[in-house]
C-alpha cells in the first residue's frame, strides 16, 4: 500500500487515505487494533490484511448492516486467499493435496465442491507415502492410467445394453428355436376385482387365514382362491425363453471375456510370478491391451446393474447386487490406484467359470437334461477351485502381504483388500449353494436350481394336476430323477 492513491478493493471503494474509516490501519502505525485488547490479542473476528493496501484489517466502525455485510465479504475474501495457499482453489491444481485443514469460512457451494473434490483425490488416500499424481502423469511415451479415463465406461454402458437388444433379438431368438425350447402353455388368472387388489397391496402368497377371508369376499370356494393366485403368480414368471435369451447373452461375453483376458495377461510376466505385479509399483505404465480390457469389463458391469431390475429375479438377486457393486468399485479403484496388474488377473480369474453356469442353465432350457448336468459339475470344480484356492491363497495373498515389503500401508491398500474380503464372502456363500446342487446331482436328488434359477412362485399348472392324480410325498408330487420341480 505504499505510496498507492487507488482505491481499496473494501466495500465501499475508499481510497488508501481514508483507510481508517473502513477500518484499515496504517501498517507503520504502533497503535493497537480498536478490536485489540491490548496484548495483540484479538476480541472478534480476524481479518485478512488488505488486498491492495496491505494493511492488517482492524475494527469496521459502527455496527449496521453495511458493516456487516463488509464483514462477510471480507471473510468470504479470506477464505479464497486459504484455499489458494492451500491447493484447494479452482484456479489451483487439483493434484495438490490439503496440507492444511479447510478454511472455517463456509464457502458457496462450487468452492465447498472443490474443497471435497480436492480431498477425496488427495494422494495419502489413493497412493503410498511419498507420491503425488504428478508422479503418474504421461511422459517419454509412456501412459499411466487416469481417473478421467472411465467416463467413457457409462457410455458404453448404453451400448452394451443396445447390443443385447439385438443379440437376444436376432441370435438368442433362432438359437432356442434351433434347440427347441418350448414354452408351456399357462392358464391365466381369471379377472377378480378383490382378489387382485390383495394380490397387488398385500402379498402374493396368502396364508390359510387369508385365503378363507377372501374366499368370502370373492364369493370362491377356497379351492378356486388358491388356483386363482397360483395362475396369477405363473403369469408374472420369466419365460422360458426370456431366461434361455439372458442366459445366451451372459454366456457370450463371458467366454469372450475370458479369452480376451488370457491374451492380455498370459505373456505378463506377473502371470508366472505374482511378485511381479508389483514390481516398479506405482510407476507403471498402462497397456492398450490393459485399457480396453478395463474398460470393456466395466461397461458391462455397469450394463449388468442397470438392467437388473429387468432381469430375471433370481434367489440370490440382493447378493447378485452386492457383487456387481463391490465389483464395479474394485475394478474403479484398481485403475484409480494403477493396480491394474492385479485387476486383470483378478477379472479373468471370474471369468474363468462364469461362461460355463451360464452354457449349464442354456442347455437346462432346452431340456438336455444329461448335458446341463455335466457342464454343471466341470463348473462346480472350476468355481471351487478358482475363487475358494487359487483367489485367497494366491491372488489376495498378493494384495495383502507382496505390497508391504514395498511401502508402508496406507488407505487404499487397506480399501481394496476389504473389498476384496466381501467379494470372497459372496464367493463362499454361492459355493455353498453350488457344493448342494453339486450333491443332489450326484445322488440324482435334483429338483430345483441351488445356485441362480429359482423363482418365488408355486407350482406350475401341471403339477396341480399331478397332485391330483399322482402319489405324494410330503406333500408334493413325485419327481423322477434330474427332472427340476420348476424350471
Not at 182 to 204: H, S
Amino acid at each position: 500500500g505504499e505510496g498507492e492513491t487507488g482505491l481499496c478493493p473494501m466495500p465501499g471503494g475508499a481510497n488508501v487515505e481514508g483507510k481508517e474509516e473502513l477500518g484499515c490501519a496504517d501498517p507503520t502505525a504502533g497503535a493497537a487494533s480498536p478490536r485489540s485488547n491490548g496484548d495483540g490479542d484479538s476480541a472478534g473476528l480476524l481479518l485478512p490484511p488488505c488486498a491492495r493496501c496491505g494493511a492488517p484489517e482492524v475494527g469496521l466502525g459502527a455496527p449496521g448492516p453495511a458493516r456487516a455485510l463488509q464483514t462477510v465479504l471480507v471473510a468470504l475474501s479470506r477464505g479464497r486467499r486459504d484455499q489458494l495457499q492451500a491447493g484447494t482453489h479452482p484456479r489451483s491444481s487439483l493434484a495438490t493435496a490439503p496440507s492444511s485443514p479447510p478454511p472455517s469460512v463456509f464457502l458457496p457451494p462450487p468452492s465447498m465442491f472443490q474443497t471435497l473434490y480436492s480431498y477425496f483425490w488427495w494422494e495419502r488416500l489413493w497412493l503410498p507415502a511419498n507420491l503425488t499424481w504428478a508422479d503418474l502423469e504421461d511422459r517419454d511415451g509412456r501412459v499411466y492410467a487416469k481417473a478421467s479415463d472411465l467416463y467413457i465406461t457409462l457410455p458404453l454402458a448404453f451400448l452394451f445394453l443396445v447390443i443385447r437388444h439385438l443379440f437376444e433379438t436376432y441370435v438368442a431368438t433362432p438359437l432356442a428355436g434351433l434347440l427347441n425350447v418350448k414354452e408351456k402353455i399357462r392358464l391365466k388368472a381369471t379377472p377378480n376385482a378383490v382378489l387382485e387388489k390383495f394380490y397387488a397391496a398385500t402379498t402374493k402368497h396368502p396364508k390359510q387365514a387369508d385365503v378363507e377371508m377372501l374366499s368370502k369376499k370373492s364369493g370362491c370356494t377356497v379351492r378356486q382362491v388358491e388356483r386363482w393366485f397360483r395362475r396369477r403368480r405363473n403369469q408374472d414368471r420369466p419365460s422360458l425363453l426370456k431366461k434361455f435369451r439372458e442366459a445366451s447373452w451372459r454366456f457370450t461375453f463371458y467366454l469372450i471375456a475370458f479369452i480376451a483376458g488370457m491374451a492380455v495377461i498370459v505373456d505378463k510376466p506377473w502371470f508366472y510370478d505374482l511378485r511381479e505385479v508389483w514390481k516398479g509399483y506405482p510407476i507403471q505404465s498402462m497397456l492398450p491391451s490393459q485399457y480396453w480390457y478395463y474398460m470393456i469389463e466395466l461397461s458391462f458391469y455397469w450394463s449388468l446393474l442397470f438392467s437388473i431390475a429387468s432381469d430375471v429375479k433370481r434367489k440370490d438377486f440382493k447378493e447378485q447386487i452386492i457383487h456387481h457393486v463391490a465389483t464395479i468399485i474394485l475394478i474403479s479403484f484398481s485403475w484409480f490406484a494403477n493396480y491394474i496388474r492385479a485387476g486383470t488377473l483378478i477379472m479373468a480369474l471370474h471369468d474363468s467359470s462364469d461362461y460355463l453356469l451360464e452354457s449349464a442353465k442354456m442347455f437346462n432350457y432346452a431340456g438336455w437334461r444329461n448335458t446341463c448336468n455335466n457342464i454343471f459339475i466341470v463348473f462346480a470344480a472350476v468355481f471351487i477351485v478358482t475363487r475358494l484356492v487359487i483367489l485367497p491363497f494366491w491372488i489376495m495373498h498378493c494384495t495383502v502381504v507382496y505390497p508391504l515389503d514395498l511401502y508402508p500401508a496406507f488407505f487404499g491398500y487397506y480399501f481394496f483388500n476389504f473389498m476384496m474380503v466381501v467379494l470372497q464372502s459372496l464367493h463362499i456363500f454361492w459355493a455353498y449353494l453350488i457344493i448342494r446342487m453339486a450333491q443332489k446331482f450326484i445322488t440324482g436328488k435334483v429338483v430345483e436350481d441351488e445356485r441362480s434359477d429359482r423363482e418365488e412362485t408355486d407350482n406350475s399348472e401341471e403339477e396341480e394336476e399331478a397332485a391330483k392324480n399322482g402319489p405324494l410325498s410330503n406333500g408334493h408330487p413325485v419327481l423322477n430323477n434330474n427332472h427340476r420341480k420348476t424350471d
